[in-house]
């Protein structure tokens, strides 16, 4: 008799060896284009903001645990992906303790009051920003220029500078608007890489832009115009890291299409017809709360099963 | 073969360390543990009384129930106990216990059967105590005798073995080459179809290559032997996903592979009835690959049944070091056993013990990912199914197709929060089942 020590346990007895840790570091790499971006641009007021967010939300996980008495999970870095989130979504001139409000609003109301990683509905990092914007409406709607102290410009999307800016401009991010979504160069960069890493899927980002864009030509008339509206404003940073979301996007690949949809078709609504410029976090934000009802109506059909056939 | 799959799965490791090594037969145990419940199905009940004396090849148990096989002696000598034993499975079993004289005297009624018509032929498989080789048990006799006969229009042989470890298909299809396709000839004959596939994995080009030759010097017009190479991804030997990878289609939930027009065999099956109808000799001895890094010497040996697991591993040089983990078959489906008394079964094709355990993170909080659901063969999405089962949701799970998790263990597999999915599946179908007698 040998078995005293045996381990008896459900199958499956291998695993890939992936951790949630992993994923959120490729997260991370994938975001560090748009923060170097952010730092050349905007100065070390941006790397302020990312250390004061970062610092921010890990110590408002670690404490939300501490107090819940629940299993400490800081380690798994998806507190460090919402802070620099959170951070890439703000103006460089935000005062820092402002920002720091946000990272506590993100993790304890949006994340961990609903019970941590995995049970939010809404993005964390887009409500901190909704929630600043809402607190802080003069500061979190200033725009400084990249490279020039003291002076604000207006973002491509204020009604009095649409059509401003050379899409070369946009492209690279010389044009007020916070500090991580003016340069899309970047945020294309990131893109690749969550794709190459296959941490998401294109579905979403491709989507999302995608509706943007048709909508925006058939609205505006015009490629340019259609162009101007995906490379100005939170697009891009939205449609590539917040919206593909894991824990607040649907599962299932037509629930992602239809998701991305709306978003994109929400964006452009804002974008026109709202007293807002901006609508890219709000029309995530809606399609979040849409996810369980989208999951329901997009599930697929089990192996062998017809549509409309009885389940066995 | 397309250059993607039809199915999903996953890119588990291989680990076919004993690929390479040759068979060998196993000396005669001192004792052997026939369980009668060796197969899908009532259990057999023993033919045997404690003190009879018994031969290699006798039948020691049987049942009336058409869902059953008989369990032969594989060892000659005395019946010394008929005990119950607790299966892998946790299930008890009658079990007949026989102590071996060494000598395998073989029984008289181990003749060569007279097959001449479909009714002897199915006659003769039962006969044999053939059961689903790969593991799953079903008696072949059964399988071979579906209600629309007429329908089935091909045989496929699961030559796949896509189990990490396990080589013991592999070593059948090396060494026993012209068995595997007579058999399948037989069975091509009384089925009355025209063809009979059989489908090897990639990462088997030996195999793919011997078969092949003999397919091409055997196959006639209207009588096909053919061989299909699948792509080596898990789990391509799942029945459903077989049938799908090879023909296109796809069995419907609750259905059997013969309402598509199949009947899927086992390799070792098919070489092991190929070997009754020739010899008489029913299945006694099962070849099963015996790795994993607590064993010293992993080879493939030839058991006789019912011999119990740690002679076994004595054979083949004893324990490297503790073993902390033993898995009856293979680590993506395999029971991890309680201790390593338990006999060999029909159905067993690994006996895998390890040292350490495979590093195992503790499972963390879901993230929805979706990967779970993006490898699953079924098409099935585990969030909301565990969603479901969380709020025992009966009606919803079935909805939502549980019933069709096969708990090949791609979902868990891959799961970065490494949660318990095929555990919470399992449960969830247990819970559909009572929901469903209930009503």
């Keep these: 008799m040998v078995e005293k020590n045996l381990t008896v346990r459900s199958s499956p007895h291998l695993h890939s060896g992936e951790s949630t840790k992993m994923i959120m570091l490729d997260v991370l790499i994938a975001l560090i284009p748009a923060c170097i971006a952010a730092v050349w641009l905007f100065g070390w007021r941006a790397a302020a903001l990312i250390v004061v967010c970062v610092a921010s939300c890990m110590a408002s996980e670690y404490l939300s645990r501490r ?14 992906v919402t802070g620099v989130l959170l951070a890439l979504n703000l103006p460089s001139t935000l005062p820092l303790w402002q920002a720091a409000l946000g990272g506590v609003v993100a993790i304890v109301v949006v994340k961990q009051m609903f019970g941590g990683l995995g049970c939010n509905f809404v993005n964390p990092a887009l409500v901190g920003r909704i ?30 500078a649409a059509g401003a800016y050379d899409l070369r401009v946009l492209l690279f991010g010389f044009h007020g608007g916070t500090i991580g979504e003016t340069c899309a160069v970047v945020l294309l960069l990131g893109f690749a890489y969550l794709l190459w890493r296959r941490i998401i899927t294109p579905t979403i980002p491709l989507v999302f832009v995608g509706t943007v864009f048709v909508l925006s030509w058939i609205v505006d008339g015009g490629v340019y115009e259609a162009t101007y509206q995906i490379l100005s404003g939170g697009l891009l940073l939205g449609a590539i890291f917040m919206a593909t979301d894991y824990v607040t996007s649907p599962v299932t690949p037509l629930g992602k299409v239809i998701f991305a949809f709306g978003c994109g078709a929400l964006t452009v609504l804002i974008r026109h017809g709202g007293a807002l410029n901006e609508g890219v976090s709000f029309a995530i934000v809606v399609m979040n709360i849409l996810v369980p009802l989208i999951e329901k109506a997009t599930y697929r059909l089990p192996f062998g099963q017809k549509r409309g056939g009885k389940h066995a | 073969m397309g250059l993607f799959s039809r199915v999903r799965g996953v890119k588990a490791p291989h680990r076919k360390n004993t690929a390479d090594r040759e068979t060998v037969k196993m000396s005669v145990p001192e004792t052997v543990i026939l ?18 004396t018994v031969e ?15 369990v032969h002696a594989s060892v000659s000598g005395e019946v010394t106990a008929i005990t119950t034993i607790v299966m892998p499975s946790g299930q008890p079993a009658e079990a007949v216990v026989i102590r071996s004289d060494g000598e395998q005297r073989v029984h008289e009624s181990v003749v060569p059967p007279t097959v ?27 399988k071979l005798q579906p209600k629309n006969l007429e329908e089935v229009d091909t045989v496929i042989v699961n030559a796949a073995e896509c189990e ?13 080459s012209w068995n595997i396709v007579s058999g399948m000839q037989t069975v091509m004959e009384y089925l009355d179809t025209q063809r009979v596939i059989i489908a090897i994995e990639a990462n088997k080009p030996d195999a793919i290559a011997t078969l092949t030759d003999i397919a091409k010097t055997v196959s006639k017009p209207g009588r096909e032997v053919l061989v299909h190479t699948l792509p080596a991804r898990y789990p391509q030997g799942a029945e459903k996903v077989l049938i799908a990878e090879v023909t296109g289609r796809k069995v419907p939930p609750g259905k059997l592979p013969a309402d598509v027009g199949c009947v899927v065999m086992n390799v070792t099956s098919v070489s092991v009835l190929a070997w009754y109808l020739k010899s008489g000799m029913p299945l006694v001895e099962k070849r099963l690959t015996i790795d994993g890094s607590a064993v010293k010497e992993p080879k493939n040996v030839l058991v006789p049944l019912g011999t119990p697991i740690k002679d076994v591993m004595a054979f083949c040089g004893g324990y490297k ?20 008394e338990l006999p060999i079964l029909k159905q067993n094709n690994a006996i895998l013990a390890f040292a350490e355990e495979e590093l195992l993170p503790a499972p963390s909080a879901c993230i929805r990912c979706g990967r779970c659901a993006s490898v699953c063969p079924m098409s099935l999405t585990p969030p909301v199914l565990a969603t479901a089962y969380a709020k025992e949701d009966a009606k919803e799970l079935e909805k939502r197709g549980i019933m069709v998790c096969m708990e090949c263990g791609s979902c868990a597999y891959v799961c970065p929060a490494n949660r318990p999915i095929v555990q919470t599946m399992r449960l969830a179908k247990d819970l559909v089942r009572k929901a469903q007698k209930k009503s």
């Design chain 1, 67 to 80: 107090v819940l008495r629940r299993p400490q999970t800081v380690g798994d870095l998806s507190a460090v």
């Design chain 1, 131 to 160: 929630v600043l914007m809402m607190s802080f409406a003069t500061e979190m709607n200033t725009f400084p220029s990249p490279w020039v102290d003291g002076v604000t410009s207006p973002t491509p999307l204020a009604p009095d």
């Design chain 2, 35 to 52: 369980s009668m419940a060796q197969h899908i199905g009532p259990p057999c009940k023993p033919t045997v009384k404690v003190g009879d």
């Design chain 2, 56 to 70: 290699v090849g006798q039948v020691v148990g049987d049942s009336d129930a058409f869902l059953s096989a008989p």
């Design chain 2, 116 to 142: 001449e018509s479909y009714d002897d032929f199915v006659k003769a498989v039962r006969d044999s105590g053939l059961v689903g080789l790969g593991g799953a048990g079903f008696p072949t006799h059964v």
């Design chain 2, 164 to 176: 990490p470890y396990i080589t013991a298909d592999y070593r059948e299809c090396m060494e026993n």
């Design chain 2, 321 to 340: 070091e503790e073993p902390r983990k033993i898995l009856m078959g293979g680590p993506m489906m395999g029971i991890a056993l309680r201790d390593d």
